[in-house]
């Protein structure tokens, strides 16, 4: 059992914006701001979104955003595309010897 | 351009062993610490071992701890993974990704990874 709880799926149109939510303990999250996402298509390398909550690597879309409140992160994609269409996951740095945790991946699907 | 390729992945049987690798490129690998991650079929992302750079922190997930034995050879731009008595749940792609630096956090994001090597285990 994952330690981060996402949705198993979400939905959406091309064109409207969709949230992701991720949800763990105070544990979980600790007194950081190391949340990360990645998009992952399988079949293929995972790739990072969004770091420190909130921050994007070079190269990402600012259709991409994350956000955290309390024991809750979300990223939220704006202006769906059909190349969203992939699986996404949150993770957090605990600071406990197993130093990371996964949420279990939500699904989107771009109607 | 960074670029990190697994290999070694393989069907085993229950208890047997395998040594997966990872060889990288594109970045001064010394540089980094580096981790590996694993997909078990039709599951989540699960952490399970960070070596640093010059291989004086090594971190385990507690499933895998006394099992599996993480490594690098910074002369070869390589890191590898030598996993023993394996079971049926270590099934999965198991991903090498690369950790940025950060000032006294050993690993709280990874921002490359490789395309992954499929392990299977079964009787």
């Known amino acids: 059992q994952s330690a981060l709880t996402q949705p198993a799926s979400v939905s959406g149109s091309p064109g409207q914006s969709i949230t992701i939510s991720c949800t763990g303990t105070?544990?979980?999250?600790?007194?950081?701001?190391?949340v990360s996402w990645y998009q992952h298509n399988p079949g293929k390398a995972p790739k990072l979104l969004i770091f420190?909550?909130?921050k994007r690597p070079s190269g990402v879309s600012y259709r991409f955003s994350g956000s955290k409140s309390g024991n809750t992160a979300s990223l939220t994609i704006t202006g769906l595309q059909a190349e969203d269409e992939a699986n996404y996951y949150c993770?957090?740095?605990?600071?406990?010897?197993?130093?990371?945790?996964f949420g279990g991946g939500t699904k989107l699907t771009v109607l | 351009e960074v670029q990190l390729v697994e290999s070694g992945g393989h069907f085993v049987q229950r208890g047997g062993s395998l040594r997966l690798s990872c060889a990288a490129s594109?970045?001064?690998?010394?540089?980094?610490?580096m981790n590996w991650v694993r997909q078990a079929p039709g599951k989540g992302l699960e952490w399970v071992s960070h070596?640093?750079?010059?291989?004086?922190?090594?971190y385990y997930a507690d499933s895998v701890r006394g099992r599996f034995t993480i490594s690098r050879d910074n002369a070869k731009n390589s890191v590898y993974l030598q996993m023993n008595s394996l079971r049926d749940e270590d099934t999965g792609v198991y991903y090498c990704?690369?950790?940025?630096?950060?000032?006294?956090?050993?690993?709280?994001?990874?921002?490359?990874w490789g395309q992954g090597t499929l392990v299977t285990v079964s009787s």
């Open positions: 993770c957090s740095y605990t600071a406990r010897s197993s130093l990371v945790v």
């Open positions: 990704t690369r950790v940025p630096p950060r000032p006294g956090i050993a690993a709280a994001e990874f921002d490359y």
């Open positions: 070596i640093s750079g010059g291989s004086g922190t090594i």
């Open positions: 420190e909550v909130s």
């Open positions: 105070s544990s979980d999250f600790g007194p950081y701001n190391l």
């Open positions: 594109g970045f001064t690998f010394s540089s980094y610490s």
